[in-house]
């Protein structure tokens, strides 16, 4: 069992960056990546970043490269997920995932663990 606690959400204007924190505890041992997922009221959990737990090569999606940077911890068990230049698209729920197996892939349903979630709200 792996738990994961998301931290730091919140509102920001647009424009603005907000950090969010996931810290994993547990059986973290063989974690083979971590990763971001956003979810709208409606909608699946839709990928946003994700890093190889051992090479902390990152992968994103295309809303978030160039915006968004994911990195990790590897000593204190946290992955991080710095937020710039935010817009109203960014809004929602933030999931931090686990996943035991590669390659890292973009589907919500190849992750094994996930946490409660932190919001984001980006006002324009």
């Known amino acids: 069992q792996v738990d994961l606690v998301e931290s730091g959400g919140g509102t920001v204007q647009a424009g603005g960056s907000l950090r969010l924190s996931c810290a994993a505890s547990?059986?973290?041992?063989?974690?083979?990546?971590m990763a971001w997922f956003r979810q709208v009221v409606g909608h699946e959990r839709e990928f946003v970043a994700a890093?190889?737990?051992?090479?902390?090569?990152?992968t994103y999606s295309h809303s978030a490269e160039d915006r968004f940077t994911i990195s990790k911890d590897n000593a204190k068990n946290l992955v991080n997920l710095q937020m710039n230049l935010l817009n109203d698209e960014d809004t929602g729920v933030y999931y931090c995932?686990?996943?035991?197996?590669?390659?890292?892939?973009?589907?919500?349903?190849?992750?094994?663990?996930w946490g409660q979630g932190t919001l984001v709200t980006v006002s324009s």
């Open positions: 547990g059986r973290t041992v063989g974690t083979s990546a």
């Open positions: 890093i190889n737990w051992r090479t902390g090569s990152p």
């Open positions: 995932a686990a996943s035991f197996s590669l390659p890292i892939t973009a589907s919500p349903h190849a992750m094994d663990y």
